[in-house]
């Protein structure tokens, strides 16, 4: 009997993308015409989630198919144990060939605690060009990119612009982290190819995370139309009804002052700062035009299975902050995610059921035909993928939580989400006995309120329905223990 030739998979993964930033969802301002394309390909989930609002633990759940808490990374800055699986170290063992350029995430990687690497587990890349950072700082550490600037005699620079102090002029397109990151996932899979070996590669650039840097030429684009952008979706007192974190937000993003304080920024600096952003995205979107064109000329798409998403979303200053942090707005949680594989997933087709994104490693084995890990937590998208199941309802629920996330200080904040196809509750666990009590939840009906500006949780006629969502939200939490049995005791 022939064996089966397993497919290939690029992995496309981009850092703080929220959904709503590509034209294939909805953004008439984004130059996104591959990625647009990609979602014509193959299936557009309209309403994925993360497991957690920031990068490490999100990238740990979504490389494990296991929710923060269980496979141990629940904040930026901590390691992830040489005990977990990842599914790229399982796909390398059933005999694929593994790449990265860019970021990981995975353990620390503050120039402070990483002086070489990031510290890895066993991952399963052969190739691993890290860069985790395109930032200035990172020069001095293992940073391919920045090593690969300096063999072009260039050195990595972001230029302060004039016009406002919370955006920058980043390095030119030809010289960008995307693009660098992109020309190594053309070397690897270019060599792949000759040794004619399945293979995976991540595709992990840095942008469009903050700092705000498009390239120049990028972001003058958008200066034409900059008053047509509009202004981040907030009202004044909004805040009165929300969390404590949030209004220490709204002051300076991860409670610093000064750190993008929304009342201190003009009309003009929201517009331009939300205008870098889109820029970055198109600079992403023709770095993933170049990679999908290399598939195609060189004989590869077909038997390539190509993911598009990113870890978490960015507030962009709605709801008065900017960047992410303890809070769960659909801004900061939805992400983008676009699954396509030529002549075998449905092309063209739009789920709108709730997935997480721990969900991708399951599926991902059910593709190759490698048995799903016993301590994944995610549930396959396959059949989904390819027509066999619903397209409108997949999950009840989706879960997302935060640990330990700074406000300033030594003052921290604990929080999760639980979200159903229309309701939304959210909680703050603990806070400092000096923070005020009143509204360490919020209540949303997304159906009536889709922005989320009407918080329901304290007000006495949906007493019912928050009881209702709080027996879930409890139920949710038991259920997210670690699903392998345990040790044997000696007693």
């Known amino acids: 009997m022939e064996e089966v030739k397993r497919p290939n998979i690029l992995w496309l993964c981009t850092d703080q993308q929220r959904a709503d930033s590509l034209g294939c969802y909805g953004n008439p301002f984004?130059?996104?015409?591959?990625?647009?394309?990609?979602?014509?390909?193959?299936?557009?989930?309209?309403?994925?989630?993360?497991?957690?609002?920031?990068?490490?633990?999100?990238?740990?759940?979504?490389?494990?198919?296991?929710?923060?808490?269980?496979?141990?990374?629940?904040?930026?800055?901590?390691?992830?144990?040489?005990?977990?699986?990842?599914?790229?170290?399982?796909?390398?063992?059933?005999?694929?060939?593994?790449?990265?350029?860019?970021?990981?995430?995975?353990?620390?990687?503050?120039?402070?605690?990483?002086?070489?690497?990031?510290?890895?587990?066993?991952?399963?890349?052969?190739?691993?060009?890290?860069?985790?950072?395109?930032?200035?700082?990172?020069?001095?550490?293992?940073?391919?990119?920045?090593?690969?600037?300096?063999?072009?005699?260039?050195?990595?620079?972001?230029?302060?612009?004039?016009d406002s102090p919370y955006v920058f002029d980043g390095m030119p397109a030809e010289l960008s982290q995307a693009k660098w990151c992109a020309d190594r996932a053309i070397e690897f899979m270019s060599a792949a190819k000759e040794n004619d070996v399945p293979w995976f590669f991540s595709f992990n650039c840095f942008d469009p995370h903050h700092p705000f840097d498009a390239p120049k030429e990028y972001l003058d684009r958008y200066l034409p139309i900059l008053d047509k952008i509009p202004l981040p979706d907030y009202y004044e007192g909004e805040l009165d009804s929300k969390t404590p974190p949030q209004r220490k937000e709204h002051r300076g993003a991860y409670g610093v002052k000064g750190h993008f304080p929304y009342d201190e920024m003009t009309e003009y600096d929201h517009r331009l700062l939300r205008a870098s952003y889109y820029a970055m995205c198109d600079l992403v979107d023709e770095q993933v035009g170049r990679m999908i064109a290399y598939l195609e000329e060189s004989g590869q798409l077909d038997n390539t299975i190509i993911l598009f998403h990113s870890d978490h979303g960015e507030s962009l200053g709605d709801h008065g902050m900017y960047l992410k942090g303890c809070y769960f707005y659909e801004p900061s949680v939805r992400v983008p995610l676009i699954i396509s594989w030529k002549g075998k997933f449905t092309e063209g087709a739009v789920c709108d059921g709730l997935v997480e994104l721990l969900d991708l490693a399951p599926t991902l084995l059910e593709a190759c035909g490698i048995e799903k890990h016993p301590g994944m937590q995610g549930r396959s998208l396959y059949s989904v993928l390819c027509g066999d199941a619903p397209l409108d309802r997949f999950r009840e629920d989706v879960f997302c939580e935060a640990h330990k996330s700074k406000m300033s200080g030594d003052v921290v904040t604990y929080g999760s989400m639980l979200r159903t196809e229309r309701y939304k509750i959210t909680m703050v666990h603990d806070l400092a006995p000096s923070y005020p009590r009143d509204h360490m939840c919020e209540l949303y009906d997304l159906e009536n309120d889709p922005l989320e500006k009407n918080n329901l949780y304290y007000d006495p006629e949906y007493a019912e329905l928050k009881a209702e969502m709080l027996e879930r939200f409890c139920n949710r939490q038991a259920m997210l223990a670690d699903v392998l049995p345990l040790k044997s005791m000696p007693f």
Not at 55 to 71: I, Q
Not at 113 to 129: H, K, L, P, S
Request: one cysteine or more; hydrophobic letters at 30%.
């Open 30 to 162: 984004v130059r996104t015409p591959n990625i647009d394309a990609l979602a014509k390909s193959g299936v557009r989930f309209t309403h994925a989630y993360c497991q957690a609002p920031v990068c490490a633990p999100s990238r740990a759940s979504f490389l494990t198919g296991r929710y923060p808490r269980v496979c141990r990374v629940r904040q930026n800055g901590q390691d992830i144990p040489e005990t977990e699986v990842m599914v790229t170290r399982m796909l390398r063992d059933a005999g694929y060939t593994g790449g990265l350029s860019g970021k990981l995430h995975l353990s620390g990687c503050a120039p402070s605690v990483c002086r070489v690497a990031e510290r890895r587990i066993n991952d399963g890349y052969d190739y691993f060009a890290w860069s985790h950072d395109n930032e200035p700082k990172y020069d001095w550490v293992m940073n391919a990119y920045t090593q690969w600037l300096r063999t072009q005699g260039v050195k990595n620079a972001r230029t302060p612009r004039g």
